[in-house]
C-alpha cells in the first residue's frame, strides 16, 4: 500500500477522495513485477514471440486475477504485428491484443493499463471517440496528482501516463498536442525511470524531431547502461535516416551490452539489406534466428527481409517450411505469392495458386490492399497475350470470310479443298474462342480485385493509375476513361491525364467527350501536338465519309504544328498529307489532292513507304480524273520503288481495261461504288459480294468496284485485308459508297 497524504481539498468530501485513493492503492499496491512477469516481458523484447506467448499463457494460468499480466501479454501481439506487417495482418493482432486487455479488465476493472491498451488500439483503427472514452476511463482510476501532496511510490503513476501518452500513436504518427504533456508529465514525476524516456524519444521521433528523440534516448541510456534499447534506437534513427555509417556502432555498442540482444542482429540485418549487401545481411539474421531459438515470428521477420532483398526463391522456400510446421499462418500465403510474381522468370500460375488459397481461407476484412493489387497484377500478366489474341481472332474471321467467298465460286471439283481449308480455320477459331473466353472470365477476376483494392484507398493515385492504364491495354476503354478521371478529381491535372482520358474515350467511340477532353488538352498546352492529332483523328472517325468535312480543319492545325520540326514529326504530316488528299479527292478536286498526295512523295526522301503510298495516290487521283496515261506513270514509278506492289500492278491493269472499254464504248447497267477509309482514302483489292450468293466483285485501285447482282438481293458484304467488314443493306439505290474502319 502506498503512503497517500491528502491535502485539504474544496467542494469534495474526505470520504470520496479516502475512496479514491484506496482505489488508487489497490491497483498499484506492488510496483516490482514478478520474475515470472519480468522473463515474459524480457522474452517480449527480445522479440522471442513464441516463447513469450508460452510464458504469459503459463503465468496467467498460474495468476489469472492479476490484471497487469494480461496487459503485458496484449503489447506482446501489437509489438509482434510491427515486427511482421508484411506477413501479419493488423486486423488479427489488434483482435488479439484486445481481447487479452479485455480479459485483464475482467481480472480486475480498476487496473488503468488495459484501458489503456483499448485506447491504443481503438486510436490506432481510427475509432476516435471509443479511444477518448478509454483513456477518460482509465484517468478516472488515477486520483488527481495534484491534490495529492504526497504519493509513496509514484512510479506506476508515471508509467500509467507514458502509456498514454504512447496511445496517441496512429500510422507511424502522433497527436503531439495530446501526448506530448502527457510524457512531460510523466518524466516530471519519474525521473529516473529509463522506460519513461524511451517512450518519450518514440513519440519524438514520430513528431519529427530526432534531436529531442535522440536526447531522451541518450537520458534513458544514462539512467539504464546495462539495457542495449535505447543504443539501438538511436541507431534506427539514423538507419531510418539512411545514414548507416553512424547507425552501425549504435547496434554494436547494443551487442556489446548484451550479446544476445536480437534485436541489435535484426537492426544490422536490416541495415546492410538496405545497403544491399545481402550477404552479410543473411549473417545477421541467421544470428538473430538463432537467438530467437528460430521461433516461426522470427523466421517470418526473415522471411520479410528476404523479400525486400528480392532474394524471392528463398522466401518461397522458408515459407513452404513453416507451413509444415504450422499451416495455420494463411497469411504467409501472401508474400509467397508476391514472390513468385516478382522472381525472374515469374512463376504466374504457381503465383496465383498462393493467392488463391489466401483468398479462399483469409477472412475478406484481414485481407489488404496488397493482396487485391498482385491478385490483379498476377492474373494480368497470366493472360498478356489477350490483346494478341483479339487480333488473331479478327485475322481468322477475315481469313473464313475470304475461303467462305472462294468457296462460292471455284469450281466444283475444287470445293473438297476449299472446305477443308475452311473447317480448319473454323475449328481453330472455336478453340480461340475458347480460350478468349476463359481469359475473360480471369480478367473479370483481375479488374474486380482492382476495384476492391482502390475501395481500400480511393486517393492512392498510383494504384489508380496502375489500374486505368491495365483497363485501356486490354480494351476496356470506358472503364479505362472513368479511372483517368479519378486522377483529375484528385488533383492530378497533367496534360498527359487529360491526354490518356481523350484517347480512351475516342477509342471507345465516344467521340463526344474524347474532343471534350483533346479542347482541355490543347488549351492546357497549346504546342502539344499528340493533343490535336488525337482531336483530328476524332473528328475523322465522327465523319468517316466526309460528309460533312468537319476533320479537314482539325488536320489543318496538325500539319501547322508539325511542320515545326518535319524531320521529328514526318509520321503525324504522312497522315494528316494522306486525309487531306482523301478529303479533296473525295470532294474530285483531284488537282488539289494530288497537292497533298505530292507531299507525302517529298516528305521524307529516304523513306519507300512514303513515296510508294504517294504515287499511288497520285496516279488514284489521275485515274478518277480520266487522265490514264498520267495514271499509269504514276504507278510506274511506284513500281520503280516496289517492283512487287500489286496495288499499282493491279491499277495499271485496270486502267487499261478502262481504256479498252472506253474505246469499246462499254457502259452496262451495274451496281457500283466506292470503298474508302476513315481518312477517304481508297482500299483496292477489297472484296463485295452478295449475301448469300456468288456474286462478288473487287475494287480497283481507285477503290471502285462494279457488278451486276441477281434479282433480290438483300444485302453487300464488304471486306479487305486489315479493315473490319461491313453488311450494307441493299435499297433502290444503284451507287453504295462504303466506308471501312482498320482492325
Not at 7 to 35: D, G, T, W
Not at 432 to 444: G, H, N, Q, R, Y
Not at 556 to 582: C, H, P, T, W
Not at 599 to 622: Q, T
Amino acid at each position: 500500500m502506498f503512503d497517500i497524504t491528502i491535502a485539504p481539498m474544496k467542494n469534495q468530501s474526505l470520504k470520496s477522495v479516502l475512496l479514491f485513493a484506496s482505489f488508487f492503492c489497490l491497483i498499484f499496491s506492488n510496483n516490482v513485477f514478478s520474475q515470472d512477469l519480468q522473463s515474459a516481458i524480457t522474452l517480449t523484447r527480445s522479440e522471442q514471440y513464441d516463447e513469450a506467448e508460452a510464458a504469459f499463457n503459463q503465468l496467467i494460468q498460474k495468476e489469472p486475477t492479476v490484471s497487469k499480466n494480461y496487459f503485458y501479454y496484449g503489447e506482446t501481439f501489437l509489438l509482434g504485428y510491427f515486427a511482421d506487417t508484411i506477413s501479419n495482418s493488423l486486423k488479427i493482432s489488434t483482435d488479439q491484443a484486445s481481447e487479452m486487455y479485455s480479459k485483464g479488465i475482467k481480472a480486475d476493472s480498476l487496473y488503468p493499463l488495459n484501458y489503456v491498451g483499448l485506447a491504443k488500439v481503438a486510436f490506432f483503427l481510427k475509432k476516435d471517440k471509443e479511444a477518448a472514452r478509454l483513456r477518460t476511463k482509465a484517468k478516472s482510476f488515477l486520483p488527481p496528482y495534484k491534490k495529492v501532496s504526497k504519493i509513496a511510490n509514484p512510479q506506476d503513476y508515471a508509467y500509467t501516463l507514458a502509456k498514454l501518452a504512447e496511445s496517441y500513436v496512429r500510422n507511424g504518427k502522433v497527436d503531439t498536442s495530446l501526448a506530448l504533456p502527457l510524457i512531460r508529465e510523466a518524466i516530471t514525476i519519474d525521473p529516473k525511470n529509463y522506460e519513461n524516456y524511451i517512450i518519450a524519444g518514440d513519440i519524438y521521433f514520430l513528431a519529427r524531431d530526432a534531436s529531442a528523440s535522440v536526447k531522451h534516448y541518450s537520458i534513458a541510456n544514462n539512467l539504464n547502461k546495462q539495457s542495449p534499447t535505447a543504443n539501438m534506437k538511436i541507431g534506427s534513427i539514423y538507419m531510418k535516416a539512411r545514414n548507416l555509417t553512424n547507425a552501425i556502432p549504435y547496434f554494436e555498442q547494443a551487442i556489446a551490452l548484451n550479446a544476445n540482444y536480437a534485436p541489435a542482429y535484426r537492426e544490422l540485418g536490416q541495415l546492410y539489406s538496405m545497403a544491399g549487401k545481402y550477404d552479410k545481411s543473411k549473417e545477421y539474421f541467421k544470428k538473430y534466428l538463432e537467438l530467437t531459438k528460430g521461433n516461426i515470428p522470427a523466421k517470418i521477420r526473415y522471411v520479410n527481409a528476404l523479400f525486400y532483398a528480392k532474394e524471392y526463391d528463398e522466401v518461397v522456400k522458408n515459407v513452404e517450411e513453416i507451413f509444415s510446421i504450422d499451416q495455420k499462418r494463411i497469411y504467409l500465403n501472401r508474400i509467397a505469392a508476391y514472390s513468385c510474381f516478382e522472381k525472374d522468370p515469374p512463376e504466374y500460375q504457381k503465383a496465383l495458386g498462393y493467392m488463391d488459397k489466401l483468398f479462399k481461407e483469409m477472412p475478406e476484412d484481414r485481407l489488404i490492399q496488397k493482396d487485391y493489387t498482385y491478385y490483379a497484377k498476377i492474373l494480368l500478366k497470366k493472360n498478356a497475350d489477350y490483346p494478341k489474341l483479339v487480333q488473331n481472332l479478327a485475322k481468322l474471321d477475315r481469313d473464313i470470310e475470304k475461303n467462305q467467298g472462294l468457296l462460292e465460286k471455284v469450281k466444283p471439283e475444287n470445293k473438297e479443298k476449299y472446305k477443308v481449308q475452311l473447317d480448319t480455320l473454323q475449328n481453330k477459331k472455336a478453340k480461340l474462342v475458347k480460350e478468349m473466353a476463359d481469359d475473360d472470365v480471369e480478367l473479370d477476376k483481375a479488374f474486380a480485385a482492382y476495384e476492391k483494392a482502390y475501395q481500400q484507398s480511393t486517393d492512392d493515385q498510383s494504384l489508380i493509375s496502375d489500374i486505368a492504364i491495365n483497363l485501356y491495354n486490354y480494351k476496356r476503354f470506358n472503364e479505362s476513361a472513368k479511372y483517368f478521371e479519378k486522377l483529375i478529381a484528385l488533383g492530378k491535372n497533367d496534360v498527359n491525364d487529360y491526354m490518356q482520358i481523350g484517347k480512351a474515350y475516342s477509342q471507345a467511340k465516344n467521340y463526344t467527350k474524347a474532343d471534350s477532353i483533346f479542347s482541355i488538352v490543347i488549351q492546357k498546352n497549346p504546342d502539344y501536338l499528340q493533343g490535336y492529332v488525337w482531336m483530328a483523328n476524332t473528328y475523322a472517325a465522327m465523319d468517316p465519309d466526309n460528309e460533312q468535312g468537319i476533320a479537314k480543319p482539325k488536320f489543318e492545325m496538325v500539319i501547322q504544328k508539325a511542320r515545326i520540326d518535319s524531320v521529328k514529326n514526318d509520321n503525324e504530316l504522312f497522315n494528316s498529307y494522306r486525309f487531306m488528299g482523301g478529303y479533296y479527292f473525295s470532294q474530285k478536286n483531284y488537282q488539289k489532292a494530288r497537292e497533298y498526295y505530292n507531299m507525302i512523295v517529298n516528305l521524307a526522301p529516304d523513306n519507300k513507304e512514303y513515296k510508294v503510298s504517294g504515287y499511288n495516290s497520285i496516279g488514284l487521283s489521275y485515274y478518277a480524273a480520266g487522265e490514264y496515261e498520267k495514271a499509269i506513270e504514276a504507278y510506274n514509278k511506284t513500281l520503280e520503288i516496289d517492283p512487287a506492289n500489286v496495288a499499282a500492278k493491279g491499277s495499271i491493269q485496270n486502267i487499261k481495261v478502262a481504256i479498252a472499254n472506253k474505246e469499246k464504248n462499254v457502259n452496262p447497267n451495274l451496281l457500283k461504288g466506292v470503298v474508302k477509309d476513315v481518312f477517304g482514302g481508297p482500299i483496292a483489292s477489297a472484296s463485295v459480294r452478295v449475301k448469300d450468293t456468288a456474286a462478288e466483285a473487287w475494287t480497283n485501285a481507285k477503290g471502285e468496284y462494279s457488278f451486276e447482282i441477281p434479282q433480290g438481293s438483300e444485302a453487300l458484304i464488304v471486306s479487305a485485308k486489315g479493315y473490319k467488314s461491313k453488311e450494307v443493306p441493299i435499297t433502290k439505290s444503284r451507287t453504295y459508297n462504303v466506308s471501312l474502319e482498320q482492325q
